[in-house]
């Protein structure tokens, strides 16, 4: 049972598009939401995280959008560049973090 | 800053072996954790540890076992390896308090 699902599966935006990527879980205790981004034969690194009580979070060229009520979040990559070529998972736990489940991840590609 | 390292970093066994990874951190970070990372299947919990000699199991844990002996290292044991767990094996650690997740750069293991 996948509890977080993310959308969708690959991606290619041109350089300086927005690229938009989706996600949503199904259990409502979830309220800390991570997103991850790899890079080929790396492990995965924090990108970008918000917590429940917000519905938005902004970091330089990357935001979350976070709708409770229909527990969907998205992730918003604005002037996407061709280093931004990654693949991008979202994750999401309870207040801890420490059991955090993860999206099958997406797959995005920035053409020059 | 710290890192952690993950050995070996290709793993090659025969099916039926036993196989062991291992994982050290330098962060000092109290919890870490073990993933399955299959191509289109995201990551996948199988062992964590919040403390030395702790061991808690995720969704993945049948056909695994975890060791953590000392604070700064996490080892996984394959029990009994076959094809279909062919996939990257990702080391994480947090830091007490924290929900933020460092990875290590991963094993690739190959079952012949």
């Known amino acids: 049972q996948q509890q977080v699902r993310q959308s969708p599966q690959s991606l290619t935006v041109w350089e300086g598009e927005t690229a938009i990527l989706n996600c949503s879980y199904e259990?409502?205790?979830?309220?800390?939401f991570p997103w991850y981004q790899q890079f080929p034969g790396e492990g995965p690194a924090l990108l970008i995280s918000?917590?429940?009580?917000?519905d938005k979070k902004e970091d330089g060229r990357f935001t979350i959008f976070f709708n409770k009520r229909e527990k969907k979040l998205s992730l918003h990559i604005t002037d996407s560049q061709p280093g931004d070529s990654a693949t991008y998972f979202c994750a999401a736990s309870e207040n801890s973090g420490t059991y955090q489940r993860f999206g099958t991840g997406t797959k995005l590609q920035v053409v020059p | 800053g710290g890192i952690i390292t993950q050995t070996p970093k290709f793993l090659i066994g025969q099916e039926g072996q036993k196989l062991t990874l291992k994982c050290q951190q330098n962060?000092?970070?109290?919890?870490m954790y073990w993933y399955r990372q299959d191509s289109g299947k995201g990551l996948r919990l199988i062992y964590y540890s919040i403390t030395e000699n702790d061991l808690q199991k995720g969704d993945l844990s049948e056909g695994y076992d975890a060791s953590r002996e000392k604070k700064s290292s996490f080892s996984l044991t394959v029990t009994s390896a076959q094809k279909n767990e062919m996939a990257v094996f990702l080391c994480a650690s947090t830091p007490g308090g924290r929900a933020e997740q460092f990875f290590g750069p991963g094993t690739r293991l190959t079952v012949l």
């Open positions: 918000i917590r429940s009580v917000s």
């Open positions: 962060f000092n970070h109290d919890t």
């Open positions: 259990d409502s205790t979830f309220n800390y």
